[in-house]
């Protein structure tokens, strides 16, 4: 059965500093990873995708197969993400795929 | 293009009632997944619709059901409600061309007394 960890409840940091929320999976198969945001009386929504290898909101995520980790980084914090975060692993099969989510990560960033 | 949309926004029922919770996809979108989403937790899949079919089943108890019409729109049914099922119901919609990609609604948040 897959399952993912999001160790911290809550990330408190100053504007312009460097935050990482740690995210870590168990599966057996091969892996699709997203982070997931929520923002205050938002919904949750989509904020990358491990196969995009892209950066979206100067957010970054490196899949690492090794210590089975899909870490989310950003280098300068800003005011606008405070949010949860919650990172995602789906199982794509013949019966269908499915989001298992991490219990969330709340970040507050400090001006 | 229209987003996902989910009714009630809140409900209250008390025990041993049942509930039914509505979703209309996205438009384009053939795939509906229901989550719960207990307070301080993250959502837990319930189930997958798939052109009107079942197609996946979270760890929950053959109380909670669905329906999904032909216009892909989706319903939840909880039977027997209980206090743990209160929580936020989430519904997304997956683009068939995208199917990874799940659009989620504003959610319905239930309460059992």
């Known amino acids: 059965a897959q399952r993912v960890t999001q160790p911290e409840k809550l990330l408190s940091v100053f504007k312009g500093a460097p935050v990482e929320l740690k995210c870590n999976y168990s599966y057996s198969g091969s892996p699709e990873l997203f982070w997931y945001v929520q923002y205050s009386r938002q919904r949750l929504q989509l904020l990358l995708r491990h196969i995009s290898r892209e950066s979206i909101k100067g957010f970054t995520a490196d899949l690492n197969k090794g210590e089975t980790s899909f870490h989310l980084k950003k280098p300068f914090a800003q005011e606008e993400d405070s949010a949860m975060y919650y990172c995602a692993l789906s199982t794509l099969k013949a019966a269908g795929n499915k989001l298992t989510f991490g219990g969330g990560t709340r970040v507050l960033v400090k001006p | 293009e229209t987003g996902v949309t989910q009714s009630p926004t809140h409900l209250i029922k008390t025990r041993g009632q049942q509930v039914t919770l509505r979703c209309s996809s996205q438009s384009g979108h053939n795939t509906v997944s229901w989550y719960q989403q207990a307070l301080g937790q993250g959502p837990q899949f319930i189930f997958q619709?798939?052109?009107?079919?079942?197609?996946g089943r979270g760890n929950f108890p053959p109380r909670f059901s669905g329906l999904q019409f032909p216009n892909y729109s989706s319903e939840l049914n909880v039977n027997a409600l209980e206090l743990d099922d209160s929580a936020l119901y989430l519904c997304?919609?997956?683009?068939?061309?995208?199917?990874?990609?799940?659009?989620f609604g504003p959610g319905t948040r239930l309460l059992v007394l």
């Open positions: 997304a919609s997956s683009d068939p061309t995208s199917a990874e990609t799940q659009y």
């Open positions: 619709y798939y052109r009107e079919e079942e197609n």
